[in-house]
């Protein structure tokens, strides 16, 4: 069985922004997120630049301009890489390969059952509104939530059948899920949105400062050399 990558986004601190406010509510009142009546999810702020990310990564086998400046530039990093060219890992398999990774959004929702049918809906809205439309099919456009599992690692390996290996990438802004990723396998890249702690994370990182080509390009460096160090 031939394993594709998978790159996995987070949604609340990642493509949606992170609105401290929402979250960590006055003394003695509910959190603005829970409070269901107010629907916080289908309103939040979309992040342009993740989502820039998101949209090119899924791009990656369609003729999109946005992927001009990476394309040429993973191309020469496979020609380049050591041991690509061998009977093991011949450049145009790798190439393939790379193009091939599948692109998910994983988001947690809490456990009770009002408030994770509730916001899973909204949540599920928001996406359907910031991204339809983007030459997207409908497995493309779908959403992991981590309710029954511990964490999203945990999630993950349910959804593939299978455990996490170097070539499935978390994005993520929370260092307990991007710890316990690495822990169980994968790779994990912290995304820095100008209102997390960067000192708090010694591993991969990508900041909003930083284009879209060029963490694009970053990542596809992480999987070719995941790729080429990992047996299948």
Known sequence: MRLKPNIFFDM?????VY????????????????DLDKHYFR???????????????????????????????VNTLLKKSVGLDTPMHPSVK???????????????????????IVIAKDKKKW???????????????GICFNTSFK??????????SRPLRPTDILIDDYNPNLIEWE??????IKYLNGQNDANSWE????SSNETPAEIVSFIMMILIQNKITDVY
């Open 12 to 16: 609340d601190g990642v493509i949606a």
């Open 19 to 34: 609105e401290k406010d929402a979250y960590i509510p006055e003394s003695g009142k509910k959190p603005l997120y829970l």
């Open 94 to 116: 790798v190439s393939d390969y790379i193009f091939s990774a599948s692109v998910h959004v994983l988001s947690r929702i809490p456990q009770s059952c009002k408030e994770a």
């Open 203 to 206: 591993g991969l990182c990508v």
């Open 183 to 188: 822990r169980r396998g994968g790779t994990a």
């Open 151 to 160: 964490n999203k690692a945990e999630t993950a390996e349910h959804i593939l």
């Open 43 to 73: 309103t939040c702020k979309k992040n342009e630049h993740a989502a820039e990310v998101l949209q090119m990564l899924r791009s990656l086998n369609a003729s999109d301009e946005r992927m001009h400046d990476v394309k040429p530039f």
């Open 127 to 141: 996406l359907d509104e910031h991204f339809t439309n983007k030459n997207m099919t409908r497995r493309e456009k």
